[in-house]
């Protein structure tokens, strides 16, 4: 069953609090002023390419210091493209086991056969290239990661995995969803850089700290032209909104001058810490923070408690998470404060 968004904000992606800020307002304003569409009214390969598509493509090339971007509807229609697109019959895809449930839409797809490795493990990644060239693989090994986990807040050991991609001759397929806009030079996330590498490519989203919506896949000239000429998912779809193309735009340049933004939040992130560390609960580091339950129904039960009391957490079952992990997703963002935490905190002491 749907849900209304209500109470104070634990649950939303929307990190910088930029999603209703009035930077992006007037941005939205200002391109429908100036006769900017909110239909593209076709494919990009017929009418539907508009300038707002390819100046926004040319910024977030120029912001994450990248040779090429590509603007894509949503993170779902991104990662699938990706993975059902670019690896070939005779490749394989080494993939965390906990990417996102749309690469795996993707790897379903795929031409190329797929196995998973151990959350966070560079040497399961390496011990499973290994076995498949023993039995006799001979194209490209893929290794496909976040850097920043949705549903653990973790972070991946991204110069590891890079330095493993180097060494195997592997392409680099990096989901970075929840940390740019919060981590990196002026946002640019945790894989900043790798962005101009060869074997690197990048996604972004716009629809959790950019406040807006689509995706932004980064990585060289000839992977993006293969994409838009051999991506179904691309050929085929209405080309996304060139309003919220503008929109994107200004959010990549408000993301860019958002260190006082990314400094609070970070400041947010230690006070959470403090808060639940007291409740014997490990940080995770970010500013995704999930408390285990295990229990299905026990966690529901606790997450509808506290929405009673004016928190809006969500508890997250399987199959979003394994069988077991039942969590409260508590997500920290510049649409609460410190006071909204400590109080969350004295709830959490309560009902738990």
Known sequence: MLALAQGRDFSSNDYLALAGASALREAAVAALERGVALGSGGSRLLRGNCAEHEALEERAAAFFEAPSALFLGSGYAA???IFATLPQKGDLVLHDALVHASA???MRLSRAPSRAFA????????DGIAAWRADGGRGTPWIAFETLYSMDGDRAPVAEFAELARREGAMLLVDEAHAVGVFGPHGRGLAAGLHGQDNAIVLATCGKALGCEGALVMGPPIVRDFLVNRGRGFIFSTAPSPLMAAVA???LDIAAAADDRRARLAKLVEAAER????????PSG???QPILIGEDARTMEIAAALQARGFDIR?????TVPAGTARLRISLTLNTDEAAVAALGDALEDIL
Not at 275 to 282: E, F, K, S, V, W
Not at 315 to 319: A, K, T
């Open 79 to 81: 990662n699938s493209l």
């Open 104 to 106: 795996h839409e993707g």
């Open 119 to 126: 959350h966070n493990d560079v040497d399961a990644a390496a």
């Open 249 to 251: 735009y200004a959010a």
């Open 275 to 282: 808060t639940l560390g007291h409740l014997g609960i490990a």
């Open 286 to 288: 970010s500013q995704i």
């Open 315 to 319: 508890g997250i079952r399987p199959p």
